[in-house]
């Protein structure tokens, strides 16, 4: 998967230029390829959705905003169940929701987000028109239509409160079509039609990918549409589709052993991965992220995301999850819970994951309970937690709120660290749930920690640090402080995307 190279054709060229509207920045190179040469053969057409891709994940904004990724970990910090190390570097100020005022970060997901769209818009609008087989056009375009409905996904999460609240509420401007230097900015679509724009763009990928034997997990073939298409439902309410379409990605992806629960998330060969990106010493930006994740291995350099010492009680004994936590005893993490699910290679990379077999099952159960078919979301959910050897639920006596708050449970368990956790809280309307962990007198409680040297020793466990808003107020849903904020540049640079 040698995708780097396809980069540094479309690094400061007219693809890759543009951000939402933002005119100045430049759009020449002396490594420019001319548009016309581009797009008259469908392997060239290839190579920018490649080098899209690889910009997408390879792009370096800071070392706290690797990529993509610079989302998946935003959404991680300001949930639940990661307690950030205040004295350890990146996303502090996510988890303490002042990442308003994070301006690189607020810039960095903006101009992923924007920059993958129109290289997509190029691709879409190009591609008939260019020389090569009608089965590489459907696959280029196909994985171009997914592409841009995952950045609008995004982009619709994270910009807006749920669309089960107001479907009409203004989200994010909308671009379908390729943009020049003299494109102007548009105003905010509303929730509606940029899921439309969603459910559309996967209904055109399904059937242009039907048929396309993908080479590599990074690619998006008709599994991976699907999966983004058990999301999109999920998120309005399409609860009948949502698990219908979690059923077709999954289907042929198994759980992975138990024994391999232990081996890092780092690693696109996992039989559980349905989408991912690969990641080698000479391509390894993405890979970053481990610095955050990682808090085991000698390598990792911040060990920042540590777990909510809460968290662990969400376990029963049985579960293979259990074993990956341990209280820390080195200098400067004293007293930290430690959750080793994310590991790097020894090489210092890991494969980033994208999605998985089991977020699909969990989506199945959920849209099964919130139909009302509660025998059938137990069912879904006790197959996840069968391959996990964790306590069965029973669901005797449960009502449909016992079994939806499970699963949502379960999805916070199983799912910890892969970016989920705001995107959930947004959709369901909650409310962040963090608690001080302390005895019954009120006390931070004692841990036994084992200091580098061998020895015991007795230690307050650390924990959250931030359990209100900036403003002192308490967790609330549907707080402001949860979404993303557009950027100034962009609203300078915009004056419609204020409507």
């Not at 669309?163 to 929730?191: C, F, M, R, W």
């Not at 819970?337 to 077999?357: E, H, N």
Request: aromatic fraction near 12%.
């Amino acid at each position: 998967m040698n995708i780097r190279i396809i980069t540094s054709i479309l690094i400061g060229t007219l693809l890759l230029s543009f951000t939402g509207c933002k005119k100045e920045l430049t759009t020449s190179s002396s490594r420019d390829v001319p548009e016309s040469a581009i797009y008259t053969d469908v392997a060239n057409i290839e190579a920018v959705l490649n080098g899209t891709w690889a910009y997408m994940h390879e792009q370096f904004f800071t070392y706290a905003n690797p990529g993509y990724t610079t989302i998946l970990r935003t959404s991680d910090a300001m949930g639940n169940d990661i307690a950030v190390n205040p004295n350890k570097y990146g996303y502090a100020d996510a988890y303490a929701f002042n990442g308003a005022n994070n301006q690189s970060r607020l810039e960095a997901v903006w101009t992923i987000l924007y920059k993958v769209i129109d290289n997509c818009n190029n691709i879409i609008a190009k591609t008939d028109a260019a020389s090569g087989s009608a089965d590489k056009k459907a696959q280029v375009k196909g994985q171009a239509y997914a592409l841009r409905a995952n950045s609008y996904l995004n982009l619709a999460t994270y910009y807006q409160f749920t669309y089960l609240k107001d479907p009409q509420a203004k989200a994010v401007p909308i671009y379908t079509e390729p943009t020049v230097a003299s494109t102007n900015g548009k105003a905010k679509s509303s929730l509606e039609d940029v899921y439309k724009l969603i459910t559309a763009d996967l209904t055109q990928a399904e059937t242009l990918l039907a048929k396309y034997s993908r080479t590599a997990k990074y690619k998006i073939n008709i599994d991976v549409v699907h999966g983004l298409q058990a999301r999109t439902y999920l998120n309005m309410g399409k609860w009948d589709l949502a698990a219908q379409k979690a059923g077709e990605a999954r289907a042929n992806y198994t759980f992975m052993a138990p024994a391999d629960y232990y081996l890092g998330f780092n690693d696109l060969k996992n039989n559980e991965w349905i989408w991912g990106q690969g990641q080698t010493p000479n391509q390894s930006n993405a890979s970053y992220t481990f610095q955050y994740l990682d808090v085991s291995s000698e390598a990792s350099g911040y060990y920042s995301f540590m777990a909510d010492p809460n968290f662990k009680s969400l376990f029963d004994d049985n579960d293979i999850r259990t074993q990956l936590f341990a209280w820390d005893g080195w200098p400067g993490r004293e007293g930290f819970l430690r959750y080793a699910k994310f590991k790097m290679r020894q090489d210092q990379t890991g494969d980033i994951v994208l999605m998985r077999s089991a977020e699909m099952v969990l989506i199945q159960a959920e849209g099964f309970a919130r139909n009302s078919d509660l025998s059938k979301a137990v069912q879904y959910l006790n197959e996840l937690r069968t391959a996990r050897r964790a306590d069965q639920f029973v669901l005797a006596g449960k009502t449909a709120d016992d079994v939806i708050n499970a699963i949502l449970i379960e999805r916070r368990k199983e799912l910890w660290g892969e970016g989920f956790s705001l995107s959930d809280i947004l959709r369901t309307q909650a409310s962040v749930q963090r608690s001080a962990y302390v005895d019954d007198k009120g006390q931070p409680k004692l841990v036994t920690i084992v200091t580098p040297d061998g020895k015991t020793k007795t230690v307050q466990a650390e924990q959250h640090t931030t359990l209100r808003f900036p403003d002192k107020t308490a967790f609330k849903p549907n707080s402001p402080y949860y979404l993303f904020n557009i950027p100034q540049l962009e609203l300078n640079a915009n004056p419609l995307i204020t409507n």
